[in-house]
């Protein structure tokens, strides 16, 4: 096998449009370590990004040794990316959590689970004896769990303790794609299959650097571009990534604008009569009024927003017009930038616009960027009702008080969901006062990072940490709980084209850590919920008990997964759905069938149900259309330069595994600043100088690299904090310091590429 960490991809394999993408199996064992000495091999998919690859787990001496890929699976065929090959041994790191922790006299201190579990059951207890009650209670969850932890969380939150107050960072990275979603098509889901990258002929990469961030994806991507007749490449990003280089056409816009080329794009697709009149006009609503809004966005003055050439919206309205089978992937640049949902329902209307949808290489992904993230939005883990439920319907909720046998109004859906940065917000206040943090690191990934530090140093506030390290957010915690990760405890999970795997129990977890799923029960059983007949609230106890329960709340939904059991996916993953969805023009917006009644895209005002009704979508998507808005932080004299944040290929959030992988943490150890260099020339950087980065909520320090950016944006990965580097140099690195406290009206997401910023030198590369 090549170095994949030199290179990330590996060789290619190339094919053909129709053909199927070959198989190439990716294999890493520890040093020592060859094939016929593992024990055994144990089924499973990676839980460090969200392309969902399948792969083995090589166990020996019941240690785990090493990973190689599954040929056979729908999703990646066999191959594996750096984080999927190397990332196992955090398993073993000697920093695990092993026993609980508890804080007395202002320290974390060892304990049994007993007393760690009896003083979050007490705290609990009179939080929901008194005033008050279930607002109390927050739960701040991530996309690293499995199906059956969430749908438990999910259960345990809502018909237990009967709060609305319950989101996860995968608020942080996905709920644009849900908004999105739901906004164009009634419910979640994904409409197209991965397999739409072996029969398209265009794709189009809408802030999207999918050769870092789904790594497996790419390479198919790139072994169709490397075989006969490939498809044409469009990339939207500031940035010169993998992606933009390997683009035919590459659009540099400005950070912030992405609504103004979306609108300038859907202009020219429409005037120049590149668009399906027939299936818009069977198929979908709102045409007049989006011609009418994007009529106002010709190319000159789009590409004067965005900051590119006229020449290039052009092209790239001509490849978008053009193409057959279009093929669109939509992540971070637009999601977490200003008018996110916004411009990702322009991804929506341009394939609705051409009837690209529904068909062999005519779909559209809205990524998520976890590999269970998908799963928080189907169990209700993020808030929502379970099952792509609507909140404001009636029928969806004494449906899921039937099967929960409690009172409807034991439920909370008096109102939308608390998003999470209203959680944080609430606990701010001091209404919030106990805190549940699984299996996620607020303290490093959240924006504003001085406030969130403030948030969890409250006295008020009783925070609970379940993860595996002893992360910068334990270190604010009253109860830390040691738990089981990937390899040492049994679930499934689901990928961004709803494949759904099963990952199984290879290992025993350390010492006194446990699976997140006995967490849950065993504090549902500690609080003695129960339903409306004084039976048990939560009847099951094991992962595949968990799975069919969640079978039964998902029957006759978007989301069925009734067909599905533990021993098909042991055969490999699959998809709910099917192959793609809405293949019959047929969407999910039906009143009786929708999971939302909408929102205003820019303000995100919520329409009632008589609003909704009164427009008869009758099984019609919705094309949506809105001005576009300058960001809410824009550059200044006192600072003039935009930050974006992202990711780099060899590390994932906040490190929290990655960084304890030999391999990985060497390929990326350290914060870095990357600036045009007509930006570096103006405050005399070179590359490797010391450089300061401020906005006006904080500074940190990185190491300059120059190029690769577009001129007045600088951009830093957000994954580093403090605990992973050396005593002696604690200079402040993590991105977050700087972000801006905003969010999409509708998605709630935080817009994390839109800080105003200054930069200086500070010390040269040697100093």
């Known amino acids: 096998m090549t170095d994949r960490i030199a290179d990330p991809w590996g060789e290619r394999t190339p094919y053909g449009p129709g ?15 060859q094939e016929p000495d593992v024990d055994r091999w144990v089924q499973s998919a ?20 090493g990973v190689r890929g599954r040929p056979g699976d729908r999703v990646n065929r066999g191959r594996l990316g750096p984080k999927d090959l190397y990332g196992w041994q955090a398993n073993h790191s000697p920093d695990r959590l092993t026993r609980p922790l508890v804080r007395d006299n202002g320290r974390l201190v060892e304990t049994d689970w007993d007393t760690a579990m009896d003083r979050l059951v007490r705290r609990s207890r009179e939080l929901l004896d008194g005033p008050g009650g279930w607002g109390h209670f927050g739960f701040y969850t991530s996309g690293q769990l499995f199906l059956e932890e969430y749908y438990t969380l999910g259960v345990l939150g809502k018909a237990g303790i009967g709060t609305p107050h319950m989101d996860g960072n995968t608020r942080l990275c996905t709920a644009t794609a849900a908004s999105a979603l739901k906004a164009s098509f009634g419910t979640d889901g994904q409409p197209g299959s991965y397999t739409d990258v072996d029969h398209c002929d265009a794709i189009a990469l809408w802030g999207h650097n999918v050769a870092e961030t789904q790594t497996v994806l790419w390479m198919r991507m790139l072994d169709r571009r490397r075989g006969p007749n490939p498809p044409a490449m469009l990339a939207v990003d500031p940035r010169s990534t993998p992606v933009a280089r390997e683009a035919d056409l590459h659009l540099p816009v400005r950070t912030g604008t992405n609504q103004a080329l979306m609108n300038g794009l859907l202009r020219e697709i429409i005037a120049r009569g590149w668009y399906d ?45 053009t193409a057959d089978r279009l093929l669109s992937t939509v992540l971070q640049g637009f999601y977490q930038s200003n008018q996110a949902t916004a411009a990702a329902c322009q991804v929506n209307n341009l394939h609705l616009l051409r009837g690209a949808i529904g068909r062999p290489g005519a779909g559209v992904y809205q990524m998520n960027g976890q590999p269970t993230a998908q799963n928080t939005r189907e169990t209700g883990a993020d808030g929502d009702l379970p099952g792509l439920r609507n909140w404001g319907n009636p029928d969806h909720v004494r449906e899921l008080a039937e099967l929960w046998n409690v009172d409807e109004m034991t439920i909370p859906h008096w109102s939308p969901p608390t998003h999470a940065m209203q959680i944080w917000r609430y606990a701010e206040q001091g209404s919030i006062k106990l805190l549940w ?140 759905g099917g192959e793609r969805l809405y293949s019959d023009g047929v969407f999910n917006t039906d009143p009786d069938r929708s999971e939302t009644y909408g929102q205003d895209l820019t303000t995100g005002a919520e329409f009632t149900a008589e609003q909704y009704r009164a427009k008869q979508p009758a099984g019609r998507a919705f094309l949506h259309a809105a001005d576009y808005r300058p960001s809410p932080e824009v550059p200044s004299e006192e600072f003039p330069l935009l930050l974006s944040t992202g990711r780099t290929v060899y590390q994932f959030h906040t490190r929290t595994k990655t960084g304890r992988a030999p391999e990985l943490n060497a390929a990326a150890p350290d914060v870095w600043v990357e600036l045009h260099p007509d930006d570096a020339a103006r405050q005399d950087i070179a590359d490797g100088d010391l450089v300061g980065i401020a906005s006006p909520r904080g500074g940190i320090e990185a190491r300059a690299r120059i190029g690769g950016i577009r001129p007045g944006v600088v951009f830093v990965p957000f994954h580093y904090g403090y605990f992973d580097v050396a005593p002696d140099d604690r200079r402040p690195r993590a991105a977050n310091e700087l972000t801006v406290t905003a969010w999409d009206p509708v998605s709630k997401q935080p817009i994390f590429k839109v800080a105003a910023v200054r930069i200086a030198k500070i010390a040269g590369p040697e100093e």
């Not at 379940?466 to 040691?482: H, S």
């Open 19 to 33: 053909d199927n993408w070959p198989a190439r199996v990716d294999t890493h064992l520890a040093d020592g370590v």
């Open 277 to 321: 009149e027939r299936y818009v006009a069977e198929h979908t609503i709102g045409f007049d009024e989006l011609a009418r809004v994007v009529h106002a966005y010709p190319v000159d003055r789009v590409a004067e927003i965005c900051d590119v050439k006229v020449a290039d919206v052009e092209r790239a309205a001509e490849l978008l017009g």
């Open 46 to 65: 990676s839980i460090l990004h969200s392309n969902g690859d399948a792969m083995d787990i090589a166990v020996k001496d019941e240690r785990i040794v």
């Open 437 to 576: 943090i699984s299996a996620t690191n607020p303290a490093v990934s959240l924006p504003d990072l001085a406030r969130i530090r403030r948030i969890l140093a409250r006295p008020d506030l009783f925070v609970v940490v379940q993860d595996l390290f002893r992360t910068e957010t334990a270190e604010y915690a009253d109860v830390v709980l040691p738990a089981a990760t990937w390899g040492e405890k049994t679930g499934t999970f689901t990928n961004v084209d709803r494949t759904v795997h099963l990952s199984e129990k290879a290992v025993d977890p350390p010492g006194d850590a446990r699976p997140d799923l006995d967490i849950f029960l065993d504090y549902a059983r500690r609080m003695d919920f129960r339903d409306r007949d004084g039976e048990p609230l939560i009847g099951w106890s094991t992962p595949e008990e968990a799975f069919e329960a969640w079978k039964r709340c998902s029957a006759g939904r978007p989301c069925d997964y009734s067909s599905i059991t533990y021993e098909r996916l042991r055969g490999g993953g699959i998809q709910w």
